[in-house]
Structures are given as C-alpha cells and as structure tokens.
C-alpha cells in the first residue's frame, strides 16, 4: 500500500463518507430502516433483512477480495478474546433490545427522519462516549484480556487459499439466500 498523505487522507474521507451515504440509501430503499421489518425479521416472519444482510455480505466479499488483491485494500486482523466478544455482544444486544435498530439501521432511520431513531442516535452516540471516557479504561485491563486467541483467519482454519475461501463463502451464502428465497427454511 502507498504511504499516507494528507492528500491520501482527505480522499479517504471523502469516499468513506460517499460510501456511507450510499450505504444508508441502500439500506433505507432496502427497507432496513423500518423497525417493522426489523421486527419481521426477529420474530422469523419477513426475511427482508437476512436477504438484503446475505446480498451485502456477497457483495462485500467478492469486492474486498478484488481490492486486496489490486494492492487497493489491506486486510488487518486483530488478537480477538473472549472479554471482547461478550463486552461486543451484550452492549450490542442491549441496545438493540432497547432501540430496536442496530447501528446501520438507526442512522439510516435516523436519515430518514424517523423520531425513535433520532432520539436513539442521540442515546448511542452519549452512550459511546460515555463507553470510552469511564468504561473502557476500566474494563480494558481487567476484562477485555480475558481469554486472547490466536490471529486466525477463514483461510488459516480451513488451511485454503484465500481465493478458494472467498468462493466457498460466496457459495453458501447464495445457497442460504436460495433456501431463504424459496421459503424452503
């Protein structure tokens, strides 16, 4: 990758945030800002947001592999633990229980001008603040640590190229998007 400039940067920024604008229209038009759809999805009766999930993810895939393998991307991995997952997973699923959103979909509802979804915002971004300041410097060294593993990727668990990895994922998330398509689940 090239070395960074404030030039570089600056560009980044600008596609990040062209991207992210694209991203919360997609989403919108998909019909994720909708907390009915949302709900939908939780009580397993509107697959609409598995679908436009699964179809994120194909794409997602496939074009992270183009970029990195252009020299435009660069995949970073992290030493992940148990603490991490658990602090991820509860503070994930307690505002998602209270809200109703998750963070994708509560900016685009927020977007949309949906009022639960402002007022939400508002909440996660006190809340990750909040987080940060007094929770984290807390919770980094006592909990976070708990249990650290190993760096590991699909490709270093399943001992495959990079290539055949990202074709098999492809694979079964068109496969579960079919089985979802056609009710067959």
């Known amino acids: 990758m090239a070395e960074q400039t404030p030039a570089t940067a600056s560009g980044q ?7 992210g604008l694209a991203f919360g229209i997609l989403l919108y ?7 009915d759809v949302i709900e939908g999805q939780l009580l397993m009766r509107d697959f609409t947001f598995l679908k436009v999930l699964l179809s994120a993810m194909i ?10 393998r252009a020299g435009l ?14 602090a991820g997973g509860l503070i994930m699923g307690a505002g998602f ?27 996660i971004l ?14 980094s060294r006592r909990f976070l640590g708990y249990r650290k593993l190993d760096r ?6 399943f001992r495959l190229g990079e290539c055949s990895v990202v074709i098999l994922v492809i694979i079964v998330l068109l496969f579960v998007l079919w089985l979802i398509t056609t009710r067959i689940v």
Do not use: N, Q, W
């Open 59 to 68: 794409v997602a895939t496939a074009g992270f592999s183009i970029l990195c």
């Open 97 to 123: 229980a209270l809200l109703g959103y998750g963070p994708a979909s509560v900016l685009a509802a927020a977007g949309a001008g949906y009022p639960d979804a402002l007022a939400g915002l508002i909440g």
């Open 29 to 35: 038009e998909g019909g994720l800002a909708s907390y």
């Open 73 to 86: 991307a660069e995949r970073k991995t992290m030493h992940p633990s148990l603490g991490t997952h658990l």
């Open 152 to 157: 590991m990727t699909l490709p270093d668990l």
């Open 126 to 139: 006190f809340g990750a603040g909040l987080f940060a300041r007094s929770i984290y410097p807390v919770i």
């Open 13 to 19: 920024r600008i596609t990040g945030l062209l991207i």
